[in-house]
């Protein structure tokens, strides 16, 4: 099974920005989609961006216009550009992959956005 490892968290103050990677050990064409979620703490993990095998992508409401989700294919690499950071998207972010009948995540990354 794809493990995944995200890197890319830590500390920045209000407005700044993060790119968040998540590399897969396999190929990630063949994914039907990756994602990028997040939980704080008392809060249940949510959505924040996925994009499918055909570049179709999605954004909750609360980082649209402010988080980009990309990916390279020859890198086996998903990204997720957090611009404008809020002290609100404090969270330990995570990637999960999802394939035709699996789904996998990483160990999370933690991002604290400073007020």
């Known amino acids: 099974q794809v493990q995944l490892v995200e890197s890319g968290g830590g500390l920045v103050q209000a407005g700044g920005s993060l790119r968040l990677s998540c590399a897969a050990s396999?190929?990630?064409?063949?994914?039907?989609?990756m994602g990028w979620y997040r939980q704080a703490p008392g809060k249940q993990r949510e959505l924040v961006a996925a994009i499918t095998s055909g570049d179709n992508t999605a954004y909750t409401d609360s980082v649209k216009g402010r988080f980009t989700i990309s990916r390279d294919n020859a890198k086996n690499t998903v990204y997720l550009q957090m611009n404008s950071l809020k002290p609100e998207d404090t969270a330990v972010y995570y990637c999960?992959?999802?394939?035709?009948?699996?789904?996998?995540w990483g160990q999370g990354t933690q991002v604290t956005v400073s007020s």
């Open positions: 999960n992959a999802k394939g035709p009948w699996w789904s996998t």
């Open positions: 396999g190929s990630i064409v063949s994914m039907n989609s």
